[in-house]
């Protein structure tokens, strides 16, 4: 299945270096499997395959480290020269609810130095070496293993400053350093090894497994003693099964283990005749924080697990036939958004359609009609000349503001020329927008304004920069300004059957 799709890149996780580590950490796959495995992935026609290693696992040595070297070098000849591997390497953090909660985790210094290692080991111009950020590893360690202490030190951390950490560009080390000093943490300590017979603070909470076995995992660790799978050996005891109302089926003896049919694969032949449909859906209350990506995906996944089969694009890299009336910017509610897609006729009423694919989609987001398209129907595309909003004002503007607003408005529309700035692919840049406006009309009670957007070859008008050209609009209002897509408006003459479905479903 993986075959038809493009071929970019290829990940597998060997974990360690040598299979003694990979016993202690009960990874089953073996060295010869692995390459077996990437003689068939470059013959498939990758050219670059990823293998993804953990530094400072419990038990590791540096023939460990040697071992991670040498399994590049095989894997780069199973392509006999002429891929590309790329060895990533993270560190290992130990994490609470698992046999490893109890063992230190290695130290920035320690990072560095296996780092350097690989950096002055792996030469080949068709290896690549990547690391993960030793500090943001550090971070990691503190927090997956922190009780109380913890919090002071996120809230400090916040107070001065840090934000989006988990980005590279926009960690600020040195201000969770002064956190550090300011909460009185050492990090030295809460990376250490913890004593067997402490009580964590995340023992409270029940995952079904548990502690003894655990702890039992641990011992086995330390001896390389593997664990097999209980979906297709004896039963481990781990405390999840009570072999009544909970208990793990076991999977028949040709099963693979958590296989899945690629639902990005295609269709496959036989799948009964196609289908065309047209469906408008809201993007309201939390789902406007989704970016348009974040929509596309949300919504493809829930109607393959309603159970639709979508048809799919021809040639080197498949695509589901699904086509959207335009990407509704981030912040922005929508009462009716349009998307056509084209599936394997599921034999069912739309209806039913609908509310099978509604149980799937996040809050916010609700199929509201579904219509089937008739032949040679126009696209999306074709049909769209315009959009409808409702611009919420903050109810707080006093009247000053208002007769401001009112006046910026008047002037605007008896313009024959209005530009803004516009950023564009990092670039600030003047846009015209005047003929992009067909009308704007300011209800003063309830603080509203209707404004109506051409779209067209020229594009169409962004309410946030309408908002904030015309009327001068702060970042702060701007952000208490509520944004409602209410209406998409479509060409006067569209065809027999796409303009009424249009019609049908805007009312």
């Known amino acids: 299945a993986i075959r038809r799709v493009r071929k970019t890149n290829f990940t597998l996780a060997p974990e360690a270096g040598s299979q ?10 073996t060295e010869e499997e692995l390459l077996a495995t990437t003689t068939r992935v470059f013959a498939a026609g990758w050219k670059s395959v990823k293998l993804y290693f953990m530094l400072g696992l419990p038990g590791e040595r540096e023939e460990d480290l040697e071992g991670i070297a040498d399994l590049a070098g095989k894997t780069l000849r199973t392509a006999q020269n002429r891929g590309q591997v790329t060895v990533s390497l993270s560190t290992f953090v130990p994490k609470a609810h698992t046999p490893f909660q109890w063992q230190r985790q290695i130290s920035v210094g320690e990072i560095a130095e296996r780092q350097d290692y690989f950096r002055k080991r792996l030469k080949n111009r068709n290896i690549a070496v990547k690391w993960h950020d030793s500090r943001m590893s550090l971070l990691e360690g503190i927090l997956s293993r922190g009780g109380e202490e913890a919090a002071p030190l996120v809230e400090a951390a916040y ?3 840090c934000r989006f950490d988990g980005w590279s560009d926009r960690l600020r080390f040195d201000l969770w350093e002064e956190a550090f000093r300011l909460t009185g943490i050492k990090t030295e300590d809460s990376l250490q090894a913890r004593p067997s017979a402490e009580v964590f603070p995340w023992e409270r909470i029940s995952t079904g497994v548990s502690r003894e076995f655990l702890a039992a995992e641990a011992e086995k ?4 003693e593997k664990t097999s799978d209980c979906r297709r050996g004896d039963c481990s005891l781990c405390g999840v099964c009570d072999h009544e109302k909970v208990c793990v089926v076991t999977a028949p003896a040709d099963a693979p283990v958590g296989g899945l049919d690629s639902t990005y694969a295609g269709g496959s032949e036989g799948d009964g005749p196609e289908k065309a449909l047209r469906i408008r859906f809201t993007k309201l209350g939390p789902a406007k924080y989704l970016s348009h990506l974040e929509i596309s995906a949300a919504l493809s996944r829930a109607m393959l697990l309603g159970g639709i089969s979508f048809v799919y694009s021809q040639g080197f890299h498949p695509h589901p036939r699904i086509s959207f009336a335009g990407a509704t910017s981030v912040g922005m509610e ?12 599921p034999q069912a009423e739309e209806t039913a359609l609908a509310e099978s694919i509604n149980r799937y989609l996040p809050s916010g987001m609700e199929i509201m009609a579904i219509r089937e398209l008739p032949p040679r ?18 109810e707080d503007l006093d009247g000053t503001e208002i007769d401001r607003i009112d006046k910026s408005l008047r002037l605007f529309l008896e ?3 209005f530009s803004v700035t516009r950023e564009t692919e990092g670039k600030r840049v003047p846009k015209e927008i005047r003929p992009l406006v067909a009308n704007a009309t300011l209800d003063r009670p309830s603080h509203r304004i209707i404004l109506k957007a051409h779209f067209g070859p020229q594009g169409t008008v962004r309410p946030a920069e309408f908002l904030t050209g015309v009327f001068g609009l702060s970042s702060e209002a701007l952000h208490r300004t509520r944004i409602v897509k209410i209406g998409t408006d479509v060409a006067g003459y569209a065809g027999p059957g796409d303009r009424k479905i249009f019609l049908q479903e805007n009312a």
Not at 20 to 29: F, H, V
């Open 20 to 29: 003694r580590l990979r016993d202690i950490i009960n990874k089953g796959n």
């Open 159 to 161: 107070r001065l400053g």
């Open 377 to 394: 129907s126009f696209s999306l595309s074709e049909l769209i000349v315009g959009f409808t909003y409702e611009l919420l004002l903050p």
């Open 334 to 345: 929508s009462q009716g958004e349009f998307v056509d897609i084209r599936i394997h006729d």
């Open 221 to 224: 660790a330390e001896k390389g």
């Open 415 to 417: 313009a024959e020329h």
